[in-house]
């Protein structure tokens, strides 16, 4: 490795939880609670923390190198990984695009679409970072921060495609179909990215419900490169940076948005975003909506009605 990771996140079954506290117990960490977590342990600079959604496990701070390769590994995991990327997961390692969206579920905001290129020494670069799955960080503050590491790294090529919601529902009326648009942005970012990198061979994405419309989306540049969509694609550290590339422009766009028009523009397609969008009818107009959500939604026909 040529950094150690001060941060590590791990997916654990509900035993590995249990046996991982008794491990802890033994070896003298101090246990507080944290909300969302089973337990949250502390010993000297090193930070040990287990939430439930999952659950999965947090390690944090300088010693978190040693941790995960004498304790979490042999005694809890029971596999050597880290430092071990390279043998388990070679193609991750050659160069490659990663490509995924942002926005898609949420009824504010635009529908965002990144790609990152990467190769052997960014992806060593971006892991020693800690990028991950956006979906994996809360913080919009820790979004940002990562993207400008992202941006940042010598060799990266990045690419983010923006469409923001007067033309995502202009072009949802045309495609009407929501995996044919998705399929439009990502062809987009790919023909951006390979300009910029002609040779890069092969670009990974989420699998798309219908896998041929991506390729049907390329035009001439793009249709040559070797297209790979599976589920779980975020686990490949290109696509887990181009989705927090993706994130901070969609979260930007919100902020943003809200600023200027003087409205909160929540997440998701919850009741606080009804609440959100009557509000936004209220002070501007429901013939405004369009401008700043996705009319597709069935919760736009609730609150306009």
């Known amino acids: 490795m040529s950094q150690s990771p001060t941060s590590h996140t791990a997916a654990i079954t509900a035993e590995q939880a249990t046996r991982l506290r008794e491990v802890l117990v033994d070896r003298g960490f101090e246990f507080a609670s944290k909300p969302h977590a089973l337990y949250a342990a502390k010993k000297g600079k090193l930070n040990v923390t287990v939430y439930e959604k999952g659950p999965k496990v947090l390690v944090q701070g300088k010693e978190t190198a040693d941790f995960i390769q004498f304790v979490l590994e042999p005694e809890i995991l029971g596999e050597a990984k880290l ?3 390279e043998v388990n997961q070679p193609e991750m390692f050659e160069p490659h695009l990663g490509i995924d969206e942002s926005g898609k579920g ?25 990028v991950m799955d956006s979906k994996r960080i809360t913080s919009d503050s820790r979004i940002r921060s990562l993207a400008e590491t992202i941006r940042s790294v010598p060799g990266v090529v990045w690419e983010v495609v923006r469409i923001g919601p ?7 009326g045309q495609f009407r179909n929501l995996n044919r648009l998705l399929a439009w942005g990502h062809a987009r970012v790919i023909e ?6 002609p040779d890069c ?16 989306a390329l035009q001439d540049r793009g249709r040559g490169i070797e297209l790979q ?7 490949d550290i290109a ?18 948005a809200g600023r200027n028009l003087g409205c909160e523009f929540p997440k ?3 009741d606080l975003v009804k609440r959100a969008a009557a509000d936004f009818i209220a002070k501007c107009g429901a013939e405004r909506l369009p401008e700043v959500a996705k009319m597709h939604f069935k919760t736009a026909a609730e609150v306009v009605s």
Not at 166 to 172: K, L, Q, S, W
């Open 268 to 270: 998701g397609a919850s």
């Open 83 to 85: 430092g071990y990327e």
């Open 201 to 216: 061979p092969r670009a990974l994405s989420d699998q798309f419900a219908n896998p041929r419309e991506l390729q049907r």
């Open 229 to 235: 969509q599976r589920t779980k694609a975020e686990s």
């Open 239 to 256: 696509v887990a940076a181009a989705s927090i590339l993706a994130r901070e422009s969609f979260i930007d766009w919100l902020r943003d």
């Open 192 to 197: 951006n990215l390979l300009e910029k990198r």
């Open 166 to 172: 007067t033309r995502y529902n202009a072009m949802y």
């Open 106 to 130: 949420d009824f504010f905001g635009p529908l965002t679409i990144a790609g990152v290129y990467t190769d052997a020494a960014i992806a060593r670069a971006l892991m020693d970072a800690g």
